[in-house]
Structures are given as C-alpha cells and as structure tokens.
C-alpha cells in the first residue's frame, strides 16, 4: 500500500468521499438489520472492502430499560452509528427513541435542547466521544470501564459495565432525597415550637418557662432523631440485584448534600 491513500470509515463518511457502496449495499443492509455496523475501507477513493463490528447489549440492559420506565423515566438513545444499526439495537433494549448518526457536539446540543424544555436529563456514556454530553447532561452517568475521560466527566460512576447500577442508584438518591426532607421537616418543626417557649412566650398566661436542662434533652432528643432516621439508609436494598457498585461523588465547596441528591433524583 505504499503510496497508496487508504481511508476507513462509516457510511456516511464514504459517501462524503464519493466513493460507490453500491455492490455491497445489500449486505451492509442486511448487518446493520442484525445490530451490527457496517465499517468501510476504500483505497484511492475505491472500494476495498467492507466488514461489521458489533457491540453487543451490556447485562442487565433489558432489565434496567424497563425498570427505569416504570419509575417515570423515559429512555433515549443517542448513537453516531448508522441508524438502521441503531434501530436494531434499541429495539431489542426497549428503547423507542433513538437518534442516530449524531457526532459528539450533537448529543451534547440535543440534551441542551431537552433542559431548555424543562427535563432533567441523565446520560449514560463511556467513551471519549461522550464527554461534553456527561458534562452537559443534568447528571453524567460514566461506566467505570470506559475511558478516564468520560469517567472524569461523569457525576456518577458505575464500577462495572452493568447498567442495573443506574437503576439503583436513582432509587437510592430518591431515598436519600426523602430522608434528607424528613430530617429538615422534623428539626424545623421541633425548633419552631420550641424555640418561643424557651423564650418564655408561654409564660404570661402559664407562668411556663423551659429549664435549660430541658432545653438541652429536647435538642439532644431531636439530634437522636436525624441521626436515627439517617441510619435508616444503611437497610437500603436495591430494587434490582446488580454487580455494578456506583461511586457518588462528594459534595463540592459550597453544595450541600441535598443539592447532591437532588441531582440524582430527580
């Protein structure tokens, strides 16, 4: 081949060439129909040869697909593969929506276009091409085996390839977001019916006024409770067993822990 100009590439990036897919159009079809993606080679803008590469759905996928669509969720797909592929594979994932053939800046603008619509949207990516979506989507779901790019763009990691992790992850922050609500309402609650009494703003009517003593047992009881209740999280089970552990990041400066589930629970 010295001397010779050889270029590979998808479809779309031979017909930018000029170079003729008609002789194995067929078969290209008839892969991409399998779930598989047709990769071209042309030498000196001419055919060579044509061969598919298939990526195959990670364990679990099914599962998480539809247990996702039961808690409300609504599942996308965004691929640069061609979209007769792309169809192939989410229909046997369960996915209705897909978008094809899209580059990386597009994945990132189709979820801009989402948030402006108001929705909150979680990505799920591994590769170097799926970064500024991670970093763009209102949380960026990074699998721990993909690359470290996209696992530094990422808000959560799953340590292993298994999208189950997502699933319980999401149920985990809503628990943790209920928790963290109960705890406040509890706090705020005792506080402010408290608070006044120490004062002593029952004691014109009741001559009642509350011993500091008491006041301190009152507070230490309502710390007992936070805590307690906080605890409580530890029982966690997940709704679909899954051997994909999931990394939560620590809250940054300046964000609170439940700006942090918030993040993943919505």
Known sequence: MRGRLVQVGADRYMNKLGVDLTPVRAMAERWAA???????AAVDNRLAAILAVSDPLK???????????????????????????????AAEAGIGR???????????????????????????????????????????????????????????????????????????AKKTLRTIRLNFVWAYGYNVALIPVAAGILYPWFQLLLNPMLAAFAMSISSVFVVTNSLRLRRFISPLPASAAVTWPQPGAGEPLADTADKYAA
């Open 34 to 40: 399998e779930a598989r993606t047709p990769v071209y």
């Open 59 to 89: 364990k679990g996928s099914v599962a998480a697909i539809r247990a996702l669509r039961e808690m409300g969720m609504e599942a996308a797909m965004l691929t640069g593969d061609n979209e007769r592929t792309a169809a192939a594979v």
């Open 98 to 172: 897909v978008l094809a053939e899209v580059l990386p800046d597009q994945k990132a603008a189709e979820i801009r276009r989402l948030q402006q619509k108001r929705r909150k949207v979680a990505f799920v990516g591994d590769g170097i091409n799926d970064a500024p979506a991670l970093a763009q989507a209102d949380v960026g779901v990074a699998i721990g085996t993909g690359t470290d790019i996209a696992i530094e763009a990422g808000d959560v990691v799953l340590m292993s390839g298994d999208l189950r992790g997502i699933v319980n992850a999401v149920a985990l």
